[in-house]
């Protein structure tokens, strides 16, 4: 395995660094950013084969979200994977950038966002209330900085990816089969915890007072958000598109909530 950038890994860096968190949408997120960064490796992977490059395409462009600062990771691994196998592997790598952009983005955010956004953030700002420059030059050498990690964590990635396939070869499926299981654990997660969905009445009798929420927990925990996801689910296997999806929720919220159903 090369452990140098070679000119084309460099591009798909250099593209991530400057667009990949930037091309945000309500329906994929950073995927859009990522299908652009990636194009330079799927053009020079499949530069022979169209519908390959087709087929790579449509799999990258799919949704992705994650703490910009530790994308590279993900992005050298199904470099490293997608380089050998081609579009054999798309599914194993989605089921990659699944599995990993959820643990990632918590790493991320505490060791890329927060710790230094704190440190540097407050002495830069300290120092430019003070009235020095330096605190201007402090903050964006630490920005910079930053936005380097992504090429050792790229070239990281790359190996670990290459690695993988190497060590799994024919068990590839079942190493898919494993990080998908993960995959659906974390989005099963995200749907307890990020769907909310506040019913307005409640329930009293003598002393007792329980909110419709409460009632719902009682029959199964997080019912109601499990109930919204499958209803969403159904409707987009049935290729309604995502734009009237969320037009949808948006007017149901609006009139739940104006008979005071939801609060």
């Not at 991530?16 to 950013?33: D, P, R």
């Not at 003070?130 to 630490?142: D, K, P, R, T």
């Not at 090429?151 to 990281?156: G, S, T």
């Not at 998908?180 to 990020?194: E, F, K, R």
């Amino acid at each position: 395995m090369n452990k140098k950038l070679t000119k084309i890994d460099k591009q798909v860096i250099f593209r991530w660094i400057l667009n990949g968190a930037t091309s945000l949408n309500y329906e994929k997120m950073e995927g859009l950013g990522y299908a652009y960064s990636m194009l330079p490796f799927i053009k020079d992977t499949y530069k022979d084969d169209p519908e390959g490059m087709k087929q790579s395409v449509l799999a990258h462009l799919q949704f992705f979200n994650t703490t910009p600062y530790t994308a590279p990771y993900i992005i050298g691994m199904n470099v490293g994977i997608e380089k050998e196998e081609k579009n054999k592997s798309l599914e194993a790598v989605s089921a990659l950038k699944t599995g990993l952009m959820g643990p990632l983005a918590g790493i991320g955010d505490s060791v890329f966002v927060v710790i230094p956004w704190t440190i540097f953030g407050a002495i830069a700002a300290n120092m430019a209330l003070e009235g020095s420059f330096v605190g201007i030059v402090l903050w964006i050498l630490a920005s910079i900085l930053l936005r380097i990690t992504a090429y050792p964590l790229y070239l990281a990635g790359k190996e670990s990816g290459a690695s993988l396939l190497t060590q799994i070869e024919t068990k590839l499926k079942s190493i898919t089969d494993a990080v998908s299981i993960l995959g659906l654990m974390v989005v099963g997660a995200l749907i307890a915890t990020v769907v909310k969905v506040n019913v307005g009445f409640e329930f009293k009798q003598g002393d007792l007072t329980m909110t419709g929420n409460e009632i719902f927990d009682q029959i199964m925990p997080g019912l109601l958000p499990a109930c919204v996801v499958a209803i969403v689910y159904y409707l987009l296997g049935r290729k309604v598109k995502p734009v009237y999806v969320i037009l949808l929720i948006l007017v149901v919220s609006i009139a739940l909530r104006a008979l005071n159903i939801l609060k």
